[in-house]
């Protein structure tokens, strides 16, 4: 397991963060505003999720706030905690995440994941397929995206997803390319496809030291069973915390 040379902290804000702003205007101040501080006080990365609708709750998407605040930060990392695979098309995300990694200058954290509210899919049209059918688009996503920017011109077939001759340009600025973090914890599916594919790891909210021991055990033995070193997957904790202020 990947242990970084020293620890790094990073700030996320889940779209109910600021629920009682209204008005869209004000609610990306209050973002701007808690991202700038966060760079200000030292954070190495903020994150946003990627939910298009809850409740009645007022949403921004995640890609085009994130571009703004590569605008107004110069270091902070800005990642998506996770990029909902179903929302978009793979060879789209691929191009989106590298237009925003030459914009920030190579700040760009693409995490990533096959999706969990399914009413959110359905009042979207989107299909909310059987979690087998989530996780293989997923792995099918990840593997093109990473064609698309390492490669001159792209091909992919795949049981979902295909592109022929394409062409990503500009590539992302950082290389190989940017971290990838694949989010969610179930242990025969999703943790095959992150000792596969990911950097990182986003597991959400574990209840206890223990079970996040036992899923590294897990991971691990995934990774072996894919052939890949366990070594090669960075370390990441996720703990939850409620900010919000009446």
């Keep these: 397991m990947q242990v970084p040379d020293k620890i790094r902290f990073g700030v996320f804000f889940p779209c109910?963060?600021?629920?009682?702003?209204?008005?869209?205007?004000?609610?990306?101040?209050r973002i701007q505003d808690a991202v700038l501080e966060c760079e200000r006080l030292g954070y190495s990365s903020v994150w946003l999720d990627d939910h298009l609708?809850?409740?009645k709750m007022p949403i921004l998407e995640c890609w085009p706030i994130l571009s703004a605040l590569s605008r107004v930060t110069e270091t902070i990392r800005l990642g998506t905690m996770v990029t909902c695979n179903s929302f978009r098309n793979p060879a789209l995300l691929a191009k989106m995440a590298a237009t925003l990694d030459n914009i920030s200058n190579g700040r760009l954290e693409l995490g990533i994941g096959a999706g969990v509210q399914k009413n959110e899919h359905y009042a979207y049209g989107f299909p909310f397929l059987a979690p087998k059918s989530r996780l293989e688009r997923l792995k099918e996503a990840v593997e093109l995206i990473k064609k698309l920017w390492t490669e001159e011109k792209a091909n992919y077939s795949g049981k979902y997803y295909s592109i022929r001759d394409?062409?990503?340009?500009?590539?992302p600025l950082q290389k190989p390319h940017p971290?990838?973090?694949?989010?969610?914890?179930g242990e025969k599916l999703t943790l095959r496809v992150t000792?596969?594919?990911a950097d990182r790891y986003d597991w959400g909210y574990l209840p206890s030291l223990e079970e996040?021991?036992?899923?590294l055990k897990v991971l691990e033995r995934q990774c072996e069973a894919v052939g890949r070193s366990f070594d090669n997957i960075e370390v990441m904790l996720v703990c939850w915390a409620?900010?919000?202020r009446k």
């Design 242 to 244: 409620d900010i919000h």
């Design 195 to 197: 000792a596969q594919h």
């Design 212 to 215: 996040y021991k036992r899923k």
């Design 16 to 29: 109910y963060t600021f629920r009682t702003e209204k008005r869209a205007s004000q609610l990306f101040n």
């Design 53 to 55: 609708m809850l409740n």
């Design 179 to 185: 971290s990838i973090v694949i989010g969610g914890c």
């Design 166 to 171: 394409t062409v990503c340009e500009p590539k």
